[in-house]
Structure formats: C-alpha cells, structure tokens
C-alpha cells in the first residue's frame, strides 16, 4: 500500500513548485541547478517524497527564497485536528500553482485605489457565483 504524503512534505512542496514558477524556472533547470532530476524536484513538489534539510537549503539558495518561506502558512491554526492542512489554504495552494493564479498574484498588489481593488473581487466572485449557478 502506497504511503500518504505528509501534509508538511505537500506544503512545502507546493510553496517550491509556487516560488519556482514565479522566478519563471522549470524544473529541469531547478534540478541542475541543485544535482538533481526533474522527476525527483516533481515529487518533491507533490509531497510524495521528502526534502532533506540540506537539499532544502541548496533549493531555498537556487530559488532565492529563504527557508522559513517553504513553511510560511504552517501554524497550528492552518491544520485540522487530523493533521490535514486546511481546505481554504489547499485551494488557494492549487490556485497559486496555476498560471492565471501567479499572474493574478503579481498584478492584483499593483492596484493601488483600495476601490478598484473591491471592484475586481467583487467581479471575479459575481462571476464564479454565475458559474456556480450554470452547474446547478
């Protein structure tokens, strides 16, 4: 029986996979960039295996990261009482990873007028909630 990844090892894997996209880096060009494979910085970013300490730092040095940023989000309040990372930081990780969510990331803080920031949420939430209708 396959073992289930550790919520911890998930995380920080998709805070490496979330960091590396933003610096616009594959994971081919990460793996040489830190002796390994793509597929093994692959299963790092799906929490299927662990990052060891050291290769955490050298990941961290590549991606010019620190390395309390992979466990940023991690407090005792973002897990559940089965150890599980929350549902609403499990969405917003996935999201994150997405190209249209790290492109949202970058410009949505370069909205200075706090009103056409509420005019962009509210448009992006009146739309989901249509889509949400469509499939009802």
């Known amino acids: 029986m396959a073992e289930i990844p550790h919520p911890i090892d998930v995380h920080v894997g998709h ?12 994971q081919e060009n990460l793996g040489d960039k830190v002796g390994l ?10 929490g299927s295996n662990r990052v060891s300490a050291s290769k955490l730092f ?5 991606l010019k990261a620190p390395v309390p940023y992979f466990f940023e989000g991690i407090v005792d309040g973002d897990l559940d009482s089965s150890g599980e990372i929350s549902r609403s930081e499990s969405d917003a990780l996935s999201f994150l990873q997405t190209t249209e969510g790290l492109e949202l990331a970058q410009y949505f803080p370069k909205i200075k007028n706090p009103s056409f920031r509420r005019k962009v949420l509210s448009l992006v939430s009146a739309m989901a909630h249509d889509e949400e209708d469509a499939k009802a």
């Open 37 to 46: 494979t793509f597929q093994q910085i692959q299963k790092y970013e799906r």
């Open 58 to 62: 050298e990941i961290s040095q590549a």
């Open 15 to 26: 805070r490496i996979r979330i960091r590396r996209k933003f610096m616009g880096m594959s």
